[in-house]
């Protein structure tokens, strides 16, 4: 029997809501698994834009209206490419495929994204993974979880024995942000046990809420990428920042996500 979102008193608290938003966030999941499997051949950046809308419109048909029936009174960010502060009251960001691109391409490395933003705040977010069926949620003060079981973030207190990564720039990034992007990899591969570089972020993210990696960075990026994951790893009891070890918000030019005992050494070298 399919999962259908309902509105009920339960969804009227932000507990209540995050479960009705993961019922969504994973029908809409189960929809672009039925379109996975082959890759998908294009010969033009045209032909590459009309295949993510695809996937795009797919999962948005689901979310949409689902999120829309649990909130109308959030508004809807259109663009999950889009950056900075949003105006104040509540916002849906949602990002339908993220990992649109590893879709088209038959790679497993992709998940479906809801994130309710409240005056510029997280306050919850799904991230859901359709190839292994995996659901991770967070919620202001109630944790992060993986299918319902507690998240933490790992306890590593040694970069040099830490597992790192980062996230490739856009296509049309600006080329100062791409330098530095391709610098802070220089740096880390010194200072760091391993460094991963692929995307999306998101799932990166996830890694680091989990334990299983020891910190994420980026340069510029989109709220949709680093919202749910920002989430995730705070309620975990990791360390959000940007790379300069400032305080983190949308506006900010670079993101950093750490376990505690990392964090400063992961500024340093990002700061060199």
Do not use: C
């Not at 080329?175 to 995307?199: C, H, N, P, Q």
């Not at 709220?223 to 506006?251: H, K, N």
């Amino acid at each position: 029997m399919s999962e259908t979102p309902q509105t009920t008193d339960a969804a009227t608290s932000d507990a209540g809501l995050l479960d009705q938003t993961a019922v969504a966030v994973r029908a809409a999941g189960a929809a672009l698994r039925e379109r996975f499997g082959e890759v998908v051949r294009y010969e033009s950046r045209e032909e590459l834009m009309r295949a993510l809308a695809a996937n795009d419109d797919t999962a948005l048909e689901i979310l949409r209206p689902a999120l829309t029936r649990l909130r109308p009174q959030a508004r809807w960010v259109e663009d999950e490419l889009d950056g900075g502060a949003l105006p104040a009251g509540e916002w849906w960001v949602v990002d339908p495929a993220e990992g649109n691109v590893n879709h088209l391409h038959a790679l497993p490395e992709w998940a479906v994204t809801a994130t309710l933003v409240r005056d510029n705040q997280p306050v919850l977010a799904v991230v859901h993974l359709p190839l292994t069926g995996e659901t991770y949620t967070a919620r202001t003060g109630g944790g992060a979880h993986l299918d319902g079981r507690p998240l933490n973030v790992a306890a590593t207190a040694d970069l040099r024995l830490g597992i790192v990564a980062t996230s490739q720039a856009r296509p049309d990034e600006d080329e100062k942000v791409v330098r530095r992007i391709g610098s802070s990899i220089t740096a880390m591969l010194f200072d760091a046990l391993v460094v991963r570089t692929s995307v999306p972020a998101t799932l990166h993210l996830t890694n680091v809420a989990a334990g299983r990696t020891d910190g994420f960075w980026q340069f510029a990026g989109a709220r949709a990428d680093l919202l749910p994951g920002a989430l995730l790893v705070t309620e975990a009891g990791g360390r959000i920042s940007d790379a300069e070890g400032r305080p983190w918000t949308p506006q900010s030019e670079s993101f950093l996500a750490t376990a505690p005992g990392v964090h400063a050494q992961a500024v340093a070298t990002l700061s060199r």
